[in-house]
């Protein structure tokens, strides 16, 4: 009996459905944030689990926005509750590098084309549809910056690089 009260161990793929899966159900951003937002990129997020299973040194990529990380840190903190998944990171003892991707268009101001648009509205329409959606890519930071994390820049790491997730 002593045996089946361990956590059973996890391979990398369960592992990397259960930081995901955890992470998007606790993942809630600021919905007035979210509102005024159009923007399309992603963040790193690094983090360790000690050998007491406490998540830490987490740190997320430079530049990303703090509406997102301060909900993500609640969410890695949910990570926590997930007594077979702390168990497995704490037992690698390696550090965790978890992609996330987002994409909010609740904040964008896309051009408008209706049956009463005027020639002018017509022939502008194309150029502002790409001002506006040129605007909201910020995939190409979020790569370069995949080892550029705010607590000070890597230029290489030993690690567990998981699935991106996406919301």
């Known amino acids: 009996t002593a045996l089946l009260a361990q956590p059973r161990e996890l391979n990398y793929t369960e592992v990397c459905e259960h930081v995901g899966?955890?992470?998007?159900?606790?993942?809630?951003?600021?919905?007035?944030?979210?509102?005024?937002?159009?923007?399309?990129?992603?963040?790193?997020?690094?983090?360790?689990?000690?050998?007491?299973?406490e998540i830490t040194e987490l740190s997320y990529s430079k530049g990303s926005p703090t509406f997102i990380t301060d909900a993500l840190t609640k969410a890695v903190a949910s990570l926590q509750h997930d007594i077979s998944l702390i168990y497995t990171l704490k037992k690698s003892g390696r550090t965790i590098i978890q992609p996330f991707i987002y994409i909010n268009i609740a904040g964008c101001k896309f051009p408008k084309i209706t049956a009463s648009s005027t020639a002018d509205d017509r022939a502008n329409f194309y150029p502002k549809y790409m001002q506006v959606t040129g605007g909201m890519d910020h995939i190409l930071p979020f790569i370069i910056n995949m080892l550029n994390f705010k607590d000070g820049k890597l230029l290489a790491l030993d690690g567990i690089l998981l699935s991106p997730i996406q919301v």
Request: proline share 6%; aromatic share 10%.
């Open 21 to 53: 899966n955890c992470l998007i159900k606790n993942y809630h951003p600021d919905s007035i944030a979210l509102a005024n937002c159009c923007v399309e990129g992603g963040v790193f997020i690094k983090f360790k689990v000690n050998p007491n299973g």
